[in-house]
């Protein structure tokens, strides 16, 4: 199945923007680091094909990614790459599109 970023990247957005805890991030930064995340992913899921994916390591790519292109919000890196994760999870599962096995 072929992910649709644009809805991933809606329904996500919307999710930030309801859960309130990062009203304080502009739009446009909050759409870039977005966009950096859910590139990030995409790039994961083609490198590991049908394998396990690893949250550890992802996480991980996700964090440096932020800090590197986000310092200024450093802070609260590691809390927004944590709430993408779940909010992405929420996405695929909301499509039918996790395979729990």
Known sequence: MELDLTGAKEYITEKY?????FDFVPDD???SMLELLIKLDDEYLK???DDFYDEE????RFLNALNKSFDKYKTYNVR????YMDYMEQYLASI???DWE
């Not at 923007?17 to 805890?21: I, S």
């Not at 390591?57 to 991980?60: D, S």
């Not at 927004?80 to 709430?83: I, L």
Request: hydrophobic share 40%; proline share 0%; net charge negative.
């Open 17 to 21: 923007r309801n859960a309130g805890d």
């Open 80 to 83: 927004f790459a944590d709430d």
């Open 57 to 60: 390591v992802v996480y991980e």
């Open 47 to 49: 490198e590991i094909d």
């Open 29 to 31: 930064d909050l759409s």
């Open 96 to 98: 039918d599109a996790i």
